[in-house]
């Protein structure tokens, strides 16, 4: 079979059909290009959940009890952008009668301000300063407590003991609750340099969490964990949008391939008089496939090509200022931070609307190769 | 060398089977030309189709080259044809997407010809025909004349021992037919091949070295070139 002849006619057959060619490729170029849109959009959406979920305060890795003589650069590896020194101890809060648990968590506050949105989320008050004797406290536990800014805070770690106090500097509200109610910050003041330390790890955009934790180097007593392990309703929420984004592309190019099915059972079948004639000069039913596959390939592939294409510029243009969904975000604590989407293209994303895109028309081209290759020369031409 | 033997083809219909080729059988020996002649429905087109392998005969032998084309299927069959047989369409039916000299190549294609000498041929055969000027042009920029010329060369590019021709001149005006006709035999003459043309026109007869009458699927009369009537039904 020459595979070089085939070619040649099927592109001539393409190039020179251009009317046909163009149309079915409009159907094909504007399904790809959508696709690929939609899919960056619903990427753009987990990103943003997952980057308002990590943001507050846990980062994408978290490691805990981490040996005191483990220096905090051990941390910084390739993908990681902040490493946050961290001292947590389960505390009690008194003030005026009540008390509270909670998590006190020890933290550099210049650090935390450049890579957390925490202090974003001030409610009254001000975010914590370095050096100082301060807490930074949940709006709701301030106000189990009846403490107000500028109030001392007594610190134990039991509820009689009194081990530090505090005065409140601000309060915050997250809309997450266990944040709010079970977590409590005060500036790190290198009193327990000899004790074990956290580190929360913030990473670059695209870098898988996981594979951060797997390329980490720290003692066996070190627990290190991914925001998928620790936060699995987000995990499931995140896959749960993947696996819609994936049903909705199969649905929609089922459904635009049932209108380039018809059209290219159309495309084909117009020039059937001339694959009775072809087969008139000997051409062989596998070679008359051949032509078939390669003229369907061809067309969708290139049509595909100019989807991604326009694909990939819409989403860049969109991209950048983002696509801002406050409006439907606002009580959604997954967007906490901000509900600003920026849609992000994947590997899959730009492969996966091209190859259904060439599934389905293949699909579609199988009835009338069968019946064309099927056919004796002479029922094809009397055909039409 | 064709030879046929009482071989017939019906089409179902919602009359019934429809026989349009009944016990038919004739012979012509390589290098010579036929024209069929009949009228409309009496099963010239379908005979041709049998002999070109274009059709499968319910019943009775065909014999090309001393090939069973009856019983030949699939690549097989194929094979034959993109070798030894050449069709020329009552409207041409050029590949509509290639060009002149695309087209007369494609049966050079098909048989691999390497493409010095293939080019060689194309010019050859463009020259013969007087259309070497619209080697590049597309067949929708063709007269009706000019398709039927490009259709010929097509059909004869690979030299097959068989030209099978459909009324080709039946879309021409007389003397782009005559002309057609003219070239046709001479060159099937010239390159030794045995030429069948189904065809209304009485012109051609006086071209062919045989004449064949069919009625209602049958041979009905059958006359050499020197006049020698022969009997109806059967023709060897």
Not at chain 1, 308 to 331: I, N, Q, Y
Request: net charge neutral.
């Amino acid at each position: 079979m020459n595979f070089r002849l085939w070619w040649g006619v099927a592109w001539r057959f393409l190039w020179r059909s251009r009317k046909s060619t163009g149309t079915l490729a409009a159907m094909i170029v504007s399904a790809v290009a959508t696709l690929i849109f939609l899919d960056a959009l619903s990427i753009g959406v987990s990103d943003a959940m997952i980057r308002n979920s990590v943001s507050l305060v846990s980062g994408h890795v978290m490691a805990e009890h981490i040996p005191a003589g483990v220096a905090q650069e051990t941390l910084r590896i390739a993908g990681v952008e902040h490493v946050l020194k961290r001292r947590t101890s389960q505390v009690w809060l008194r003030h005026g009668g009540q008390m509270a648990a909670t998590a006190l968590v020890s933290v550099d506050p210049q650090a935390e301000r450049n890579a957390t949105a925490l202090w974003r989320k001030t409610s009254a008050g001000r975010y914590l300063q370095a050096g100082q004797n301060e807490l930074f406290l949940g709006e709701s536990v301030a106000r189990k407590l009846g403490v107000n800014i500028g109030d001392t805070v007594l610190v134990g770690t039991t509820p009689t003991q009194t081990d530090r106090e505090l005065v409140l500097c601000g309060t915050f509200r997250t809309g997450i609750a266990p944040l709010d109610q079970g977590l409590s910050f005060c500036p790190d003041l290198q009193s327990g340099a000899n004790e074990d330390w956290d580190a929360a790890l913030f990473l670059a955009g695209g870098v898988s969490a996981e594979s951060v934790r797997d390329n980490l180097r720290l003692p066996a007593s070190a627990a290190v964990t991914t925001w998928a392990e620790r936060m699995p309703d987000l995990k499931q929420l995140i896959d749960l949008n993947g696996l819609c984004m994936l049903l909705v592309m199969i649905l929609v190019f089922f459904i635009v391939s049932l209108g380039i099915a018809c059209a290219f059972v159309i495309f084909i079948l117009k020039n059937i008089r001339e694959h009775g004639i072809m087969k008139s000069m000997g051409v062989f039913s596998g070679e008359t496939v051949l032509l078939l596959v390669l003229e369907i390939s061809g067309l969708t592939l290139a049509a595909s090509a100019v989807g991604m294409a326009l694909g990939c510029a819409l989403t860049w243009l969109v991209a950048g200022p983002g696509v801002d969904l406050g409006a439907l975000t606002s009580h959604n604590q997954y967007f906490a931070v901000s509900g600003i989407i920026h849609p992000r293209l994947t590997i899959l994303s730009l492969a996966l609307p091209p190859l259904l895109a060439l599934l389905f028309a293949l699909l579609a081209g199988i009835w009338p190769m069968c019946m064309i290759a099927r056919q004796r020369p002479a029922e094809v031409l009397r055909s039409i | 060398m064709i030879r046929i033997t009482e071989v017939t083809k019906a089409y179902a219909s919602s009359r019934g089977l429809v026989p349009v080729v009944d016990g038919v059988s004739l012979s012509l020996d390589a290098g010579r030309s036929l024209a069929l002649m009949g009228r409309s429905g009496s099963g010239k087109t379908t005979l041709l189709y049998l002999i070109g392998g274009l059709e499968r005969p319910d019943s009775g032998q065909i014999f090309c080259l001393e090939q069973p084309l009856h019983s030949l299927t699939g690549n097989s069959l194929a094979r034959f044809l993109r070798k030894n047989v050449g069709f020329l369409f009552q409207f041409g039916n050029l590949l509509s997407y290639l060009t002149v000299a695309e087209n007369v190549a494609f049966p050079l294609r098909l048989n691999n010809v390497p493409a010095a000498q293939r080019d060689r041929r194309v010019q050859e055969l463009l020259e013969k025909i007087g259309l070497a000027p619209a080697a590049h042009a597309l067949p929708r920029e063709l007269s009706g004349g000019e398709i039927q010329r490009v259709a010929f060369a097509r059909a004869v590019a690979h030299r097959p021992g068989i030209l099978l021709a459909d009324e080709p001149t039946s879309s021409l005006d007389s003397a782009s037919a005559y002309n057609l006709m003219d070239l046709m035999f001479r060159v099937g003459r010239d390159e030794g091949r045995t030429t069948l043309v189904a065809t209304h026109d009485p012109a051609v007869t006086a071209l062919a070295d045989r004449t064949v009458r069919l009625e209602d699927g049958k041979i009905a009369h059958a006359t050499d070139a020197d006049s020698t009537d022969r009997s109806a039904g059967q023709e060897s």
